[in-house]
């Protein structure tokens, strides 16, 4: 693409089609001036459409929109017959002045260039156009040759030809005087001076540019729609709303982190200029994130996130995510230059945790990974769950730096996930551990679980706890979080921490309320299992009570803390495994309470058999008839459950809940 320096306007469609392909399709060493005027030793200014600084020689170009058939000789010419102006007689003497005075410029020992006369004939953009020429010498020529005429040796008329130096090309500059202050003028529009085309196509330009006010400068990206540079209206005006759709969306984002701030849409009749900051830093398709620090990579995740939140909460959407359209700045800022907002929340989420997934690999932190992974793969995910756990990670490395969050030893006052400080043990096995915690940026007590060794079951214990996470029922756990400890295949589960202890411990049952605790158990049994949520692990072990109130806990993997009460020990191991997951649940909870409440001293090791026939021993007081016979076929798996069948109901102890 040649540099192009406008002296003047194009004054008919023919100069400004011409203008487009000769800067277009020049060399980028060639410089093409437009309407440009030479004096006369005599003062009279001879105007010319197009000069071409070239490889060869200087060209003064004739531009003609003459459509049909030329007939053109060396003194005269013919359009379809009619006598028309023999341009190139005109181009010729102007190159004559142009030589003479370039040769009075010329100092001793530099030889002027070459200046020579050229029409170029357009028809009707590039068609409808036919040349027959007497002489083919005449440098007169259609758009398909004048690319080649002003690039090749062949299209010098010169007797001897020597390419134009750099040095020949300034003196020629210099001669027509003013060139360089006209460019300047052409380059600025209002305070912003263009420095570097980007991008030049149909009217479309980009440019890197310089806004200098006074003293301060900054760098800005300007995208400008030249109207008269279309094909046509229809597309002018297609791309003046898209341009000022974007204006648009910048403005409504203006304030928001990661958005770049935009000047005013500056419209002066020639061009429509939306005014653009430079993004700070470099993209981050540039990024070499093996050898950057954790931390830094923390603060890119940290910056990206918040930046996207804002947007959203605009009401917007990012949707540009090309590797080379976001940036990063050396402070970890994220910044975004193609807002599009043209996907959906969930896409556009989908579609920054693809591109920011390597950096979160990165970071060594499994549980900011696992939340790319997954939001990258298009299941939900919470923007405020990613943006807590990477400020959690953050302020605990600043506060310890030299800790290795991939190797956690789980032990009183040890961290779990840069949240939860553990304080006390409350059971253990060999793959299982329960501790009350204390979350350390919400200063509140939990329940704190890990197991170990569950890589297998991540995926499905993952989407369990998640549902559970956004549910409530005062008789079933709260899961406040559920992640990956350290770098291991272990997990924890933190829960709202329960006042009171498991059924198994408890001391003394006042009368009425075993069966008070049994009814509000099914009300969050049944509400769970109208959603597809099954807890797997019903026993004594998994029921924390308390004088108000009784709650299922350790959902989907409570087996092994409790297996020494799992109802699956109590039950005909051929039933067990024909039998549903809510029968399954059904009979846990009926075998945990008439296990635990019977009188024998026997609890936990009792066979089913002796579960059914512990029913009868109830006093009348505790178990009527009724809910005897419902125990009794629970127990048997004489029981089949429908969906949404009322449990409460089915054991007749409405009265309980009132």
């Given amino acids: 693409m040649a540099k192009l320096i406008a002296f003047g306007e194009a004054v008919n469609d023919a100069e400004r089609w011409a203008f487009k392909l000769l800067a277009e399709e020049l060399p980028a060493d060639y410089t093409l001036l437009t309407n440009i005027e030479i004096p006369t030793p005599s003062g009279q200014a001879l105007e010319v459409d197009a000069l071409v600084v070239g490889e060869w020689g200087i060209y003064v170009v004739d531009v003609k929109g003459y459509i049909g058939c030329l007939e053109a000789g060396q003194h005269a010419w013919a359009l379809d017959g009619r006598d028309v102006d023999n341009s190139l007689a005109k181009a010729n003497y102007v190159a004559r002045v142009l030589a003479g005075k370039i040769k009075h410029k010329v100092p001793v020992g530099v030889y002027a260039p070459w200046c020579q006369g050229m029409v170029f004939v357009t028809g009707r953009k590039g068609s409808e156009i036919e040349l027959e020429k007497t002489d083919g010498a005449l440098s007169i020529y259609t758009p398909k040759q004048i690319i080649a005429a002003l690039t090749k040796e062949w299209g010098l008329t010169a007797p001897r030809k020597y390419p134009v130096s750099a040095k020949q090309k300034q003196m020629v500059l210099d001669t027509l005087g003013q060139v360089a202050l006209v460019e300047q003028r052409n380059n600025r529009i209002q305070d912003f001076e263009k420095k570097k085309c980007l991008f030049l196509q149909h009217g479309l330009e980009v440019w890197q540019a310089q806004y200098s006010p006074g003293d301060w400068s900054a760098p800005w990206l300007l995208k400008i729609i030249v109207p008269s540079s279309f094909d046509d209206k229809a597309s002018q005006k297609h791309h003046e709303n898209l341009l000022r759709k974007e204006f648009y969306r910048l403005q409504t984002l203006a304030g928001c ?373 419902v125990c009794r076929q629970v127990l048997s798996f004489e029981i089949s459950v429908t969906p949404g069948q009322d449990y409460v109901k089915l054991f007749a102890m409405e009265d309980l809940l009132e």
């Fill in 257 to 629: 982190s990661g958005v770049p701030y935009c000047a005013p849409l500056i419209q002066d009749g020639e061009r429509l200029v939306l005014p653009v900051r430079m993004p700070k830093g470099q993209a981050i398709a540039a990024l070499d994130i093996a050898d950057m620090p954790a931390n830094e990579l923390l603060e890119i995740l940290r910056c990206g996130v918040s930046s996207l939140q804002q947007i959203h909460r605009r009401g917007m959407t990012v949707a540009g995510w090309d590797a080379n359209c976001v940036f990063v700045a050396e402070d970890g800022a994220v910044e975004f230059i193609d807002v599009k907002d043209s996907l959906s929340f969930a896409e556009d989420i989908t579609a920054f945790a693809a591109l920011f997934y390597p950096i979160a690999k990165a970071v060594l932190e499994p549980r900011i990974r696992q939340w790319f992974k997954q939001a990258a793969a298009g299941h939900e995910v919470d923007l405020d769950t990613v943006r807590s756990d990477i400020g959690a990670v953050i302020a605990y490395r600043r506060r310890f730096p030299d800790v290795d969050s991939g190797s956690v030893k789980a032990e009183a006052g040890a961290v779990i996930d840069h949240h939860y400080k553990l304080c006390r043990l409350l059971n253990k096995t060999q793959d299982t551990e329960l501790w009350k915690a204390r979350h350390i940026q919400g200063r509140y007590d939990s329940a704190l679980s890990i197991y170990r060794n569950v890589d297998a079951q991540w995926f499905k214990l993952s989407n369990l706890f998640r549902s559970l996470s956004n549910l409530y029922h005062p008789h079933t756990e709260r899961v406040i979080a559920f992640g990956q400890l350290g770098d291991s295949q272990d997990i924890y589960i933190a829960r709202a921490w329960i006042p009171g202890c498991s059924l198994d411990e408890v001391e003394q049952v006042e009368e009425g309320q075993g069966a008070r605790w049994f009814a509000q158990l099914l009300t969050g049994l049944q509400y769970l299992h109208s959603l597809d949520i099954f807890h797997g692990a019903i026993c004594p072990k998994n029921i924390v009570i308390n004088q108000v109130r009784a709650v299922l806990v350790n959902f989907g993997i409570g087996w092994d803390i409790a297996a020494s009460n799992y109802a699956q020990q109590y039950a005909d191991p051929n039933l067990w495994q024909l039998e549903g997951d809510a029968e399954k649940d059904l009979y846990g909870l009926v075998a945990s309470f008439i296990d635990v409440l019977c009188e024998d001293g026997l609890a936990g090791q009792h066979s089913s058999e002796q579960l059914i026939a512990l029913v009868d021993e109830f006093d009348d007081s505790k178990m009527d008839d009724h809910l005897k016979e």
